[in-house]
């Protein structure tokens, strides 16, 4: 048994960019697969979502605090800037990822596309609809982020990259990926994180269709 472990299932977006952190790092640990907004779920995180962190006794929730934490406290390559500026340009993006691509990319265009259908349901087509000028323009603000820079906060990879990484595997798989055929930077980055191995080993499992 691993000294981390990491609550909540796999096919989180958030779960995934934990992952994807502890993998970049390198460190060995135990995925306990729990589903959000269940009673098992309770003891690793009082909001009831997913991830939930754990480290030779310590508890720790919130991704972004889960993953600065493995960030310093484990050997391996860095995952965050140390200059003051790219520092930055990593919380400016985790911020607006969380914030204006999990609202509309994520609880929108996958939800509907993919999270619904899970369930069993149908997909909201005229949500889908209603939301996608704004998703159009969120994409575009990236493509333009990622003109001339490598990743999100300059030539490094950030913890910024990890937090965008399990939403844009998403999208690909749905039909809303046309979207990016306007966004070469976003294409360009993305290709460049889908070759890490960190990505190969983070990709999530999908359930049989109910
Ligand atoms: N601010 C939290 C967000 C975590 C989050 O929203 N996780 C999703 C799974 S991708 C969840 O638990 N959703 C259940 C819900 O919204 O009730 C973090 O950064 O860890």
Redesign the pocket.
């Known amino acids: 048994m691993a000294d981390v472990k990491l609550y909540?299932i796999p096919l989180?977006?958030?779960?995934r960019t934990a992952r994807l952190a502890l993998e970049e790092k390198g460190v060995a640990y135990d995925n306990i697969p729990i589903p959000?907004?269940t009673p098992d779920i309770a003891p690793h995180h009082p909001f009831?979502?997913?991830?939930g962190f754990e480290h030779g006794g310590f508890k720790l929730?919130?991704?972004?605090a889960?993953c600065r934490y493995v960030d310093e406290v484990f050997p391996g390559p860095a995952i965050a800037p140390k200059e003051p500026k790219a520092r930055a340009l990593m919380e400016q993006w985790i911020s607006a990822i969380?914030c204006y691509y999990?609202s509309t990319v994520?609880r929108v265009v996958i939800f509907e596309r993919l999270v619904a259908p899970m369930f069993g349901n149908p997909t909201n087509e005229q949500r889908i609809k209603e939301n996608l000028d704004v998703v159009g323009k969120r994409l575009d603000i990236l493509n333009g982020a990622l003109s001339g820079r490598k990743f999100l906060a300059g030539d490094s990879i950030s913890i910024a990259d990890l937090f965008l990484l399990p939403i844009m595997f998403y999208l690909e798989l749905t039909p809303e990926k046309s979207l990016l055929a306007a966004c070469p930077n976003i294409r360009r980055w993305y290709d460049s994180m889908a070759s890490r191995p960190s990505f190969a080993k983070t990709v999530p499992q999908f359930p049989p269709k109910r």
């Open positions: 909540g989180s977006t958030y779960v959000p907004g009831g979502r997913v991830p929730y919130e991704t972004s889960i969380s999990d994520t």
